[in-house]
C-alpha cells in the first residue's frame, strides 16, 4: 500500500511539472487572531485585531489590500508587497469606531485598481477572505476611555481626602 501510495504521489509531481504546475506556488490568503499567523480565525467578536497573511503572491509585486466591513463599507486600503521567494503577503487592521459589524471582506487586488465598492464576482481580486467581526471587537476605544476615565476620578477623589484630612487638621490645631 505504501509503495503504491509513493508511486501515485511521483506521478502526480510528474504530471504538475510536466504542465508547468508549482505545487509550491498555490495561493493562500487567510485570517489569523495573531501576528506570528498560528492561530487562524474567521470569527473577531472579542479580539480587536485581525492579522492577515498568505503566501503564492508575485515575489515583489505590490499589492492593494482592502477591508470591507459588515455594511459594505471600505474601511483600510493600504499597499504591500509581496516578498520572498513564497511572495508572502500580511495585512492587519484594529477594529475601531465607526466600524460596523458582521461578514467583513478583505480582498487583495492589482495596485492601480482601487474599487469604491465590494463586489464578490469583481474579476480584479486576486485573492479574498471573509470573517466575521462584532461584539467586543470594535470596544477597544471605549474600554480605554474607561480605563483612564477610572484613573481620574480615583485621583480626584484622592484630591479631595487629602485636601480634606488637611483641612480637618488646621481646624483642631487651630481650636487649641
Not at 485570517?31 to 499567523?37: G, L, V
Request: overall charge negative.
Amino acid at each position: 500500500m505504501k509503495k503504491l501510495t509513493l508511486v501515485a504521489g511521483i506521478l502526480m509531481v510528474a504530471a504538475m511539472l510536466s504542465f508547468g504546475i508549482d505545487s509550491a506556488s498555490a495561493q493562500t490568503w487567510g485570517s489569523y487572531s495573531d501576528a506570528e499567523h498560528l492561530n487562524p480565525s474567521d470569527s473577531f467578536t472579542e479580539l480587536h485585531t485581525v492579522y492577515m497573511y498568505g503566501e503564492g503572491f508575485s515575489q515583489n509585486v505590490q499589492y492593494r489590500i482592502i477591508y470591507w466591513d459588515g455594511g459594505g463599507n471600505k474601511r483600510q486600503s493600504e499597499i504591500q508587497k509581496a516578498l520572498t521567494p513564497v511572495g508572502k503577503l500580511r495585512s492587519e487592521h484594529t477594529f475601531a469606531p465607526p466600524d460596523v459589524d458582521g461578514d467583513w471582506h478583505c480582498a487583495v487586488y492589482p495596485t492601480e485598481y482601487d474599487p469604491s465598492s465590494y463586489d464578490p464576482a469583481d474579476t480584479n481580486i486576486v485573492a479574498d477572505d471573509t470573517l466575521y467581526a462584532g461584539g467586543y471587537a470594535f470596544d477597544v476605544v471605549a474600554i480605554t476611555v474607561t480605563v483612564i476615565a477610572a484613573i481620574g476620578v480615583a485621583g480626584l477623589c484622592f484630591g479631595i481626602y487629602y485636601w480634606m484630612r488637611r483641612r480637618y487638621r488646621r481646624v483642631e490645631v487651630s481650636r487649641n
